[in-house]
């Protein structure tokens, strides 16, 4: 059984640094992708930045794109989501999502997502 569990949410001022875990167990196979999401209240779930675990490669969304910074753990199936530079507008549950689809399905688009965890609170205040 797949899980992902997500870790180090909280609350911080706008400005500051944050980072964002997620530990997959359960996988089957070797082409994980894994990614991140959000979704504020009052809107749509948006992808923030995904990463292809076999290469390293990433993608990021434009409004992330230059402040934040995913990368992989040491440990197979995990990640780490590094924020700078937080604003207001990052406020929102953060959700850790994967599939093992390979790298060209390793993208933006949450469809081509299978797994999900149950997502950690980002709160920013100006």
């Known amino acids: 059984q797949v899980r992902l569990v997500e870790s180090g949410g909280g609350s911080v001022q706008a400005g500051r640094s944050l980072t964002l875990s997620c530990e997959g167990s359960?996988?089957?196979?070797?082409?994980?992708?894994m990614g991140w999401f959000r979704q504020a209240p009052g809107r749509e779930r948006e992808a923030v930045a995904t990463?292809?675990?076999?290469?390293?490669?990433?993608e990021y969304a434009d409004s992330t794109k230059g402040r934040f910074t995913i990368s992989r753990g040491t440990f197979r199936n995990t990640m780490f989501l590094q924020m700078n530079k937080l604003e207001s507008s990052d406020t929102a549950m953060y959700y850790c999502?994967?599939?093992?689809?390979?790298?060209?399905?390793?993208?933006?688009?949450?469809?081509?997502?299978?797994?999900w965890g149950q997502g950690t609170q980002v709160t920013v205040s100006s």
């Open positions: 999502a994967a599939h093992s689809g390979g790298i060209w399905a390793c993208n933006l688009n949450q469809g081509n997502y299978d797994y």
């Open positions: 359960g996988f089957l196979g070797t082409s994980n992708c």
């Open positions: 990463i292809y675990l076999g290469t390293g490669t990433a």
